[in-house]
């Protein structure tokens, strides 16, 4: 770096600075519009100098560095705008023959501020909702572009608030109380990310729709109550649901918030096509995808997925920004802007279906275009399909993703179309990889060896031959009770498990550890006597009970409630028993049909 | 695609000279212009925009809802 540097100063530091100019103007072009009013800024200020260069380029770079970054990047349409100052300077200007031109008269103040704000004042009409200004009314009209000119107004300062204030809210505000509680609204809008790139959108977009309609109707009312249901939405308490339709002529709005990344991760996609297939049925227009941080991975997913889906176009992928009450500062906001395709026809799932041959039980080969935990969607020919996680494999898995991998191909066989919400559903348990029909199944009662996979509150999930899934319920896995700790000790185990039920139709086996040995419960039974003292070994410690191991390797447990009944060392058991240490215990109780002992402290004899 | 939007504006310096052409610049000395939105004596103080149209000039003074105005008459 410091050899760069060398080099280039070796030019000359100000051939230079003009070269890093130059870079900086082509990067950006509006630079050159800072560049030349800050340069002639000082001349203007001192000796009123460069007048005209000064103030058309200071007036210029604040209008379009404005627009540009607060408004046109948040709007769906492509059309951009570039403000430039035209001076008049002659009376034989052909400007002052065209009728109908608006000339402004620009004041040679040190202060322009106002000459800003009156500029894109004037520009406003012609570059945001131009469209749909003449099926609102004038309080609805200046109440939208007096709420950009306030967000102007903030960045040129403390002066540039008090000037907007002074020559542009006071006034209006003065004659019609009703602007001022608009802007209220509006603000607040602004203030959660939603004015521009939802509500002003969506004017814009319903103001294409009515002009090709020819339709002049005065929708003032409409608009109004259009950002009251908007207000609904940004004023929800948490968690709450909130009406997320808006069917109120001419406005055919939904809105699909997501928040909650944690059911997005486990049910995927699904959920959100569903409700914006439902959206799409209903008749909605435009819908808007509202992702806050959480849900920023998934909302990315999502429109990934949808690029494809031929019902809708997506109009603009916007980064915003909101205010989150909950942190107590700005946060991002994703929001995507999407339109119904109205080309599309609807019976066309049915020709497809038909014109790709596509049956329930067709073989296919597939895409994966996303994976959740519980369920993935696949593109096969074109058209979308939803595979669950337990159709992903024949073996037991806790998420699509042990399987599945977004933008693979695999082979797939349609379970079941549904051709009334046109879902397609796949299995990936393939019939040549069926180990049911892979391995010779062993006989009842015969005696197998199983590696011990997983476990849940119900059984224990093991293979046979590395291939087919084998169950021992949990209460087969010991003559005693198992502790979690126990239980999780024994994943990854090798045992000799006896088969004590095949399940045919489901194509399930049941075995048991256990019954490898006697039953020893009559023995206990007869053995431990209610009274009966022993120094046994703690083998577990959960927060309810302490299990302990007997000299005659018998097990029992000392409930929370004995323990406590101690005192001294036993009220906090959790922290100053440790597993291994000796202890002195008493019999309680012998439950033959529970297959506990129940043992208490010789201390509370 | 970017469209330029030219706000045509005169500077203070041209102002006179410009309307001028238009026998303005007396008529405002003589406070005999009014804004064509509400009516007020166009000054030299508060003279915001003119628009050109088949009859003549018509004025607006800087009041907010003239400036809004000018823009749409």
Known sequence: MDELIKEILKFGILPTFLLVLLFLVIQDPDRALKIRALITEPFFKLFKWFSKEYIASNISAHANEFLNSNVFTLLAHSERYKIKVKWVKEQDDPILTEKGTLILRMKEDDDQTRNILSSVHIALPRVVC?????????????????????????????????????????PETEIDNAINDLIKKLLALDKHGFLIPVFINELELLGEGLYAD??????????????????TIINRPLHSEVELEYFSNPFKVSTILLAKAQRADTQGLKPYLRRLKINLDKGSESIYFIAYPLAFDFFDRLLNSLESYERIFIKK?????Y???????????????????????????????DSCNLKEGSRVKGT?????????LVTIMGLRAYISK??????????????????????????????????IYLTHRLPETNPWDLIDLPKINSTIEVELISYDTIKFTSYYQNNLEIYIPIEEM???FLTPNQCRGLIGNTINAKVIDIDDENEKIYCSYRQIEENPWPQIHKSLQKGMEFTGKVTDITSNYIQVRLPNNFSGIIPRESLQKAGFEYVNFEDNVVIGQGIEVVVSKVFIAKQKVRLDLKRNK | MIKSIKIPAI?????????????????????????????EIITWDNLFAFKITQTGLLFFCNEPDCIEKSSKQ
């Open chain 1, 130 to 170: 131009s469209l749909i200004r003449s099926n609102i009314n004038s309080s609805c009209e200046k109440s939208i572009d007096l709420t950009i000119l306030k967000k102007l107004s903030e960045k040129l300062g403390k002066h540039g608030r008090l000037t907007y204030k002074k020559y542009f809210l006071d």
């Open chain 1, 214 to 231: 020819n339709d002049k109707s005065d929708y003032s009312e409409q608009v109004i109550q259009f950002i009251e249901y908007l207000l």
């Open chain 1, 317 to 321: 992928e916007i980064k915003t920004q």
């Open chain 1, 323 to 353: 205010y989150s009450e909950l942190i107590g500062h700005q946060s991002n906001l994703k929001i995507a802007v999407l339109t119904r395709n109205d080309v599309f026809v609807d019976g066309e799932f049915e020709h497809k279906l």
């Open chain 1, 368 to 376: 994966v275009e996303d994976v959740s935990q519980k369920e993935s």
């Open chain 1, 390 to 423: 337990n159709d992903c494999s024949w073996h037991s898995i806790s998420n699509c993703e042990d399987v599945l991998k977004i933008g693979q191909e695999y082979e797939f066989i349609i379970k079941k179309i549904d051709k009334t919400s046109n879902y």
């Open chain 1, 478 to 480: 010991s003559w005693f």
């Open chain 2, 11 to 39: 500077h203070d310096k041209d102002l006179k000279h410009i309307l001028d052409k238009f026998d303005a610049s007396t008529k405002i000395d003589n406070k005999e212009i009014k804004c064509s939105n509400c009516n």
